[in-house]
């Protein structure tokens, strides 16, 4: 797929529905007892491998109908175990929350990947399941493939989060659900609360407190979850894409609709509105516990900013996107406290730089901290990007390819299908000059 220089992006967009939110329904909903019919749920690869994964627990899955996805749930500690190793892709978020939830169930699960997934870090979310009296081998490296033994009679437990990662936080809530006593959680970093969120949704006995600015939380595992009736909210982060074209694009003026706002995941619009941005938050409404937003977004003239470090877990997933905005930005923008980009899909941290670099765009690193030199003019273009399977990274060289003076490709452009798949049509639907050829 490839981009070229694009000017007034105009007209009325919907999201897809939010991958976290969609992958922890899934899961829920396959261990609550009853039904659950979830309309729009996000129909992407990773929510398919999630899908997949809680059919060989026993859990019943209908989504012929892609505005709803109908789900039987087992049951708390009703998995059966699975009878050959389980298939997740590039999904890390699907991994990580199904080794947390299996920590606490007596079963044996294997844990496989694609490329991409088996050299990602798995360790850092098996060792704490170990509490839970569970027990793990990994390949070389702590890659996957993984074996994880589930605890018998799971033990409860106190975790304090040592890196803000909501993946881990999640993955250890969701082992406590099936643990007779209390289990609590310390996150001191202000880490994404989808799963806290959902939890009490569904009727879990949760209790959350904030001492001293870290948050506690505590279930009392072995209570059952009910069967739910809910909506999807749009994806923040891949509304950033249209939202981020059409601030840099001249002339444009775009509505994306239905889009979630949480606090723990805002961090990029607020950026963004110190920016410079002109962005409008319309229509408030309330879907899964969410606040949800119609944003409308007109082209701008950003300013280059120093981006607070306390921000860099509401917006993780964003920097690559982000560092598009910051290239056409008058002045400098510091990115800091961004080490943990260097353990998603890609290597992202290097992945930015890349992307600047070949763009044309000046660029340093300093340990933890990428600095963005801007510029207010159009990038050169002509080039073809490795996105190393990075659904992210393919969106926003696309996206770069808005303002080059020559087109711009990508190497891979089947990756997007990961949390987007419907960004070429809703980037074509608003003018943007995308093609597959």
């Not at 110190?274 to 300013?303: C, H, P, Q, W």
């Not at 273009?381 to 303002?403: F, P």
């Amino acid at each position: 797929m490839k981009s070229i220089s694009s000017k007034k992006l105009k007209g009325n967009i919907l999201i897809p529905g939010d991958k976290s939110i969609s992958h922890r329904l899934v899961i829920l909903s396959s261990i609550a007892i009853g039904h659950s019919n979830i309309k729009g749920i996000l129909k992407s690869d990773d929510i398919m491998k999630t899908i997949g994964v809680m059919k060989k627990f026993g859990a019943s899955i209908d989504f012929t109908n892609p505005l709803n996805c109908s789900i039987k749930g087992v049951g708390l500690g009703g998995l059966s175990e699975p009878e050959s190793a389980l298939d997740f892709g590039n999904s890390g978020t699907s991994a990580r929350l199904i080794m947390g939830l299996s920590a606490s169930h007596p079963i044996t699960t294997i844990f496989v990947g694609d490329k991409s997934l088996s050299i990602r870090p798995m360790d850092r979310v098996l060792k704490p399941l170990v509490n839970f009296g569970s027990n793990y081998s990994l390949r070389k490296d702590n890659y996957l493939p993984a074996i994880l033994k589930g605890s018998d009679n799971p033990i409860p437990f106190s975790f304090e989060l040592g890196e803000p990662s909501a993946q881990i936080k999640s993955a250890v809530l969701l082992g406590a659900l099936n643990t007779p006593g209390i289990t609590t959680v310390k996150d001191k970093f202000n880490t994404r609360d989808h799963t806290e969120r959902l939890l009490g949704l569904y009727g879990a006995k949760i209790n959350i407190t904030k001492k001293r600015n870290v948050k506690e939380i505590s279930i009392k595992g072995v209570n059952e979850l009910k069967g739910l009736d809910l909506s999807v909210p749009g994806d923040p982060s891949s509304a950033l894409f249209p939202i981020i074209a059409a601030l840099i694009c001249k002339n444009s003026d775009i509505m994306v609709k239905n889009v979630l706002i949480n606090p723990t995941r805002d961090g990029a619009f607020k950026v963004l509105k110190d920016m410079g941005a002109d962005i409008s938050f319309l229509n408030n409404r309330t879907m899964a516990a969410e606040e949800v937003y119609d944003i409308r977004v007109k082209s701008s003239n950003l300013k280059g900013i120093d981006i607070p470090r306390r921000l860099a877990p509401t917006m993780i997933d964003d920097y690559p996107i982000l560092a598009v905005a910051a290239s056409m930005a008058k002045g400098k923008t510091y990115f800091k406290g961004i080490n943990e980009l260097r353990f998603k899909e890609s290597d992202r941290f290097a992945g930015i730089m890349n992307l600047l670099k070949k763009n044309g765009v000046r660029v340093e690193s300093k340990k933890d901290t990428i600095i963005i030199h801007g510029k207010c003019e159009l990038k050169k273009g002509g080039i073809k990007i490795e996105t190393n399977l990075d659904h992210r990274m393919a969106m926003s060289a696309l996206i770069m390819g808005l303002v080059s003076k020559n087109e711009l490709k990508i190497d891979n452009s089947e990756t997007i299908k990961t949390s987007f798949p419907t960004f070429y049509k809703v980037m074509i639907k608003i003018g943007a000059k995308l093609s597959k050829k």
